[in-house]
């Protein structure tokens, strides 16, 4: 065998690298990280505590080559150099688990990424200071990046152009000049406690996108996002709650992965926010900046925020990439997914806007924990929507909705998880709502009814869009009984579910008072309308809901007044 070819992947190899991953009891883990981050000391340690045999890349290189990898370098050049490298990494991840500690420039390349993302393994990046990496490569002028150079800045070019790529990483651990023993420890507790983030696909072609849903993402946004934008470029906007509260963490996850940052653009919390003025107000603002058709607008906060962010991508220079970081359980359950953007008319809620999907959307169930509980309970409104279009988890909304509410993590995840399921199917069938019956439009159960609650509301915060899809759900199933669709049990479930889950059911349990009159003249301008005529989305049982356009406006009317309008 030449040693042109000595470290080529034999052809019985490359056939088990497609194989499925290794379950997650036993997967391999892979170290990144720069020169001197200490991937083979502390891979050897981490071995030993784990169970699991070790090997170095390097090592296994020269091995199978014959001679160091200097030499390699000098004589094939780096290419060749980085082909032969992606097939020993595969060859190794493609048998039992291990640990593995990889070259520093391993998984700065895209394809031997990959590869190690196909294998399943846990991938974990030793972060080092500049200070402490300088320290640790002295006397290691033999590696070929060090040789006639100053190593500071040898390290410092490294760095900006691994770095992005070492973010992709699972689990971070930064390292400092403590013990090998305590780091490898630190290892260990933090590859333990990383949670692998659900991941879901909206189907929609060359427009399809991942919904990832779980803890921690804001940390790890920039590697996560990074490989769906067409540059790492970002403007982010967010309202003036949540920035204390969660801009810190994705601004530092963006900055480890690359990002440069244009522009950071707070806008007043609540519904008051989505109308033109503060669009041009933003647009302006991110255009002012270097807003470029490569930049991405990136959402950070709840429905609100999503929707101006969304049409302000939208419209910027006739479109922008986008990505949703939705910080609600409202917005993590609905507005998030699907490419709904828009603002408010003095018409009504929602009526200018567009489609516009977004490259990824992460939703951090940790920002669940700093809502205010009027907002997750609003929030659930829209689970509790879901479950009623869906059937089964209707099911499960009864019997765990109150420890949704109640901001129990588990509960809160699967409720995530179930409505983003239901919603990414329903968008990929039928994405700008253009069914003649049923399709996308189904997700408006309730949303005729409280739409009209919150233009009549002008959006002030007296009544929150939940709240008001709340009382909303409780009339279609009333409306729905009253027509003979369903029996009366259905108005009675759900009205009594909500109430428990401390929503407002009815409309006598609103804050204010509303008239027939001004409730009947919002839905009579309602978009989904057609032919003139008012649509609803009415129900025969949980999981067997419909449009309609054949309902008389005098039962519409009854209902109202029977149920608390005035």
Known sequence: MSRNSAIDLPAEVASAASAPPPAAAARSVVLVGMPGAGKTAIGKRLAARLGLPFRDADAEIESAAGMPITEIFSRYGEPHFRDGERRVITRLLAGPPLVLATGGGAFADAATRRAIKASG???????????????????????????????????????????????????????TDESPEVTTRRVEEALAAAVTPQRLSVGLGDRGYDVLVGPGLLARAGGLIGPVLPARKAVVLTDASVAPLHLPALRAGLEAAGFDMLAEVAVPPGEASKD???????????????????????????????????????VAMRGVPFVQIPTTLLAQVDSSVGGKTGVNLRAGKNLAGAFHQPRIVLADTDTLATLPARELRAGYAEVAKHGLLQGALWNWCEQHGTAVVAGESA??????????????????????????????????????????????????????????????????????????????????????????????????????????????????????????????????????CFTSSEVPAEAVTALLRDEGAG
């Open 276 to 314: 033109f003025s503060r669009l041009q107000e933003v647009l302006e603002t991110v255009l002012s900046e270097g807003l470029d058709r490569r930049t991405a607008v990136i959402a950070l906060g709840g429905g609100v925020v999503g929707d101006l962010a969304g049409f302000a991508a939208a």
């Open 411 to 544: 509960a809160l995840t699967h409720a995530v998880l179930e409505s983003c399921r239901l919603k990414a199917a329903v968008v990929a069938a039928d994405e700008r709502e253009e069914s003649a019956e049923g399709g996308r439009a189904l997700l408006n159960l309730g949303h005729t009814f409280g739409h009209a609650l919150e233009a009549e509301a002008r959006f002030d915060g007296t009544v929150l869009h939940g709240e008001a899809v709340a009382v909303g759900l409780g009339l279609a199933a009333s409306l729905s009984a009253r027509l003979g669709h369903c029996s009366q049990e259905w108005p009675s479930r759900v009205i009594a579910h909500l109430a428990a889950c401390g929503l407002p059911s009815r409309i006598a349990d609103l804050p204010r008072r509303f008239t027939v009159e001004a409730l009947m003249g919002r839905m009579a301008k309602d978009k989904k309308n057609r032919d003139g005529k008012m649509r609803f989305v009415l129900m025969r049982a949980a999981g067997d």
């Open 121 to 175: 393994a846990a991938t974990l990046w030793l972060r080092c200071s500049m200070a402490t990496l300088l320290r640790r490569v002295a006397g290691r002028e033999h590696r070929p990046m060090f040789l006639n150079a100053d190593p500071a800045e040898v390290l410092q070019r490294l760095m900006s152009a691994r770095h992005p790529s070492y973010a992709e990483a699972d689990v971070t651990v930064t390292c």
